[in-house]
């Protein structure tokens, strides 16, 4: 099984992944409250120490876990990467608008580091190397240029969405349902 399970807490929020591993020892410390999904992943493993026989646990891809995901994890940045921008803005330009699948595209800084602007989500966008080459260190105002879409955040559940590449489907239609209308990320 490569695939991970779905953490949920107790509200219902999606908190983290879980490697199989972790998984049956969450199961094992009884931390899981319940699992449901459309997929059973069964492990086997030696025998119980005590009964003897071959012990075996059953999990559903996605497990409520007992108790609630702390207020500042919730609210956590998902760290800045190249992949992570040029997902979230699908690997368009957001100057000329075209569509880069070579992934030569650069993260631009729409307020240049070296005119004051920070390297955050709000302040980068996914750039083709010709743009990038144009804009330099001008500001959009002295290019007479626009952005075709605007810069944001991604929210936690997106960052799930990032991090895992082998999603499930039932997983997969959870986490969907709590990203924003207006997010752009990939599936
Ligand atoms: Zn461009």
């Known amino acids: 099984?490569?695939?991970?399970?779905?953490?949920?807490?107790?509200?219902?929020?999606?908190?983290?992944?879980?490697?199989?591993?972790?998984?049956?020892?969450?199961?094992?410390?009884?931390?899981?409250?319940?699992?449901?999904?459309?997929?059973?992943?069964?492990?086997?493993?030696?025998?119980?120490?005590?009964?003897?026989?071959?012990?075996?646990?059953?999990?559903?891809?996605?497990?409520?876990?007992?108790?609630?995901?702390?207020?500042?994890?919730?609210?956590?940045?998902?760290?800045?990467?190249?992949?992570?921008?040029?997902?979230?803005?699908?690997?368009?330009?957001?100057?000329?608008?075209?569509?880069?699948?070579?992934?030569?595209?650069?993260?631009?800084?729409?307020?240049p580091l070296s005119r004051g602007g920070k390297d955050q989500w709000l302040n980068v966008c996914a750039c083709c190397p010709a743009c990038n080459a144009k804009k330099g260190a001008k500001l959009l105002d002295e290019l007479g240029w626009e952005l075709l879409y605007l810069p944001y955040k991604p929210n936690h559940q997106e960052g799930l969405l990032l991090q895992n590449r082998r999603i499930l489907g039932d997983q997969m239609e959870l986490l969907k349902a709590m990203i924003p209308k207006h997010s752009r990320f990939t599936m």
Request: hydrophobic content about 35%; some cysteine; charged content about 20%.
């Open 1 to 111: 099984m490569n695939g991970l399970f779905l953490a949920i807490d107790s509200t219902g929020f999606p908190s983290r992944w879980l490697s199989w591993q972790e998984a049956i020892t969450q199961e094992v410390l009884g931390k899981v409250s319940y699992g449901f999904g459309d997929h059973e992943f069964t492990f086997t493993g030696g025998s119980n120490r005590d009964t003897g026989l071959p012990s075996k646990v059953t999990l559903k891809s996605i497990l409520v876990l007992h108790g609630r995901t702390r207020g500042s994890y919730r609210n956590a940045t998902i760290s800045l990467s190249n992949e992570a921008l040029f997902r979230r803005d699908r690997y368009m330009c957001a100057y000329c608008g075209s569509v880069d699948s070579r992934h030569s595209l650069t993260r631009d800084h729409i307020v």
